[in-house]
């Protein structure tokens, strides 16, 4: 079955250090977003790409980055790492060819900067 | 700008009885409309979706949503609880031409015994 794969489901990293989410998905979806969770905000949109080479910024962008060079895959990087960035990241995906669709999401990595 | 409301942190409902979780949005076109239901250490699962036509939608596990184009609401109901649908439950919102979706904050249920 198709599915959408987060790693690691759970990091612990310092302050300054550069970090790197996975997300990988097997839907061959153009559409895919990185959000992150926190009490009182519900989820945010970070970045989002609809297809290979094409990415773009969302709400909250500042500290992060991401890079599509395939279909499968939307890599989330923070480059140096903040306590404020604390927080349960999910990735997500869609394909609208054939008319509104729902987003799947992922199982969630949580991350804990120290 | 897109957003949404979700007024209630928390619903509590007994097992059996009917529940509403609330929700309101704000767009400048016509609207898109999703519910979420996110379990324990879970992502987030589809539950509908109001996309056109009908104002009553149906959708996973007996749950349904009331589109009201005149109070901006696209509340979800289920006729009787279970314990098992305690959960957290997120409206969301896109425009026609947009993919993104605005998430409200979420609303907690808790269906008691």
């Known amino acids: 079955d198709a599915e959408i794969t987060q790693s690691p489901r759970h990091k612990i990293t310092e302050t300054g250090r550069q970090v790197t989410l996975a997300c990988h998905q097997t839907w061959n979806h153009n559409n895919m977003f990185w959000y992150r969770q926190d009490l009182g905000h519900g989820l945010r949109l970070i970045h989002y790409s609809y297809g290979v080479q094409d990415t773009n910024k969302g709400e909250v962008s500042d500290g992060y980055s991401v890079s599509r060079s395939n279909t499968e895959d939307l890599p989330l990087t923070l480059e140096s790492a903040a306590s404020s960035q604390t927080s349960v990241y999910f990735c997500a995906s869609s394909e609208e060819r054939t008319g509104v669709r729902e987003q799947f999401f992922g199982p969630g990595t949580r991350l804990t900067v120290l | 700008a897109q957003s949404v409301a979700q007024p209630e942190d928390q619903v509590n409902v007994a097992e059996g009885n009917p529940l509403t979780v609330k929700c309101t949005y704000s767009v400048s076109g016509n609207p898109y409309l999703f519910w979420y239901v996110q379990y324990p250490n879970r992502g987030l699962q589809f539950l509908l979706k109001y996309i056109t036509g009908d104002n009553l939608v149906k959708g996973s596990y007996g749950f349904e949503a009331e589109f009201n184009k005149s109070q901006t609401s696209f509340h979800l109901k289920k006729p009787s609880a279970l314990v098992s649908d305690s959960a957290l439950y997120f409206c969301?919102?896109?425009?026609?031409?947009?993919?993104?979706?605005?998430f409200g904050t979420g609303t907690r249920l808790l269906v008691s015994p």
């Open positions: 969301a919102v896109r425009e026609l031409g947009f993919q993104k979706l605005v």
